[in-house]
């Protein structure tokens, strides 16, 4: 899944498997629709989570998320603040 230009994009109970890049966001737009990535599945992946560009202030969460066998789970090179406090890393 990606994100790009003035996007936003919302993922909720979807499994990303076996990707170079699970989920890329890279948007400059001012539209936030939701901040939450709940209840995803983040299995064999290159990087699970890359973050280049995100336009939200609030933070981004993973709740009910797991990340598994991933090289890397999250790339966070934008420095956007993000929850894992309810996300599982196996």
């Given at each position: ?39 995803n ?6 990087t ?20 598994e ?11 956007r603040e ?9």
């Open positions: 899944m990606l994100a790009y230009g003035t996007t936003w994009v919302n993922a909720m109970d979807c499994r990303f498997e076996d990707n170079q890049v699970g989920f890329r966001f890279n948007a400059e737009g001012t539209v936030v629709t939701h901040t939450q990535y709940a209840n599945e983040f299995f064999h992946n290159g699970a989570v890359l973050l280049e560009s995100v336009p939200a202030e609030s933070p981004l969460s993973f709740p009910g998320s797991v990340f066998d991933n090289d890397t789970d999250i790339d966070n090179r934008c420095g993000v929850n894992i406090s309810q996300t599982a890393f196996r």
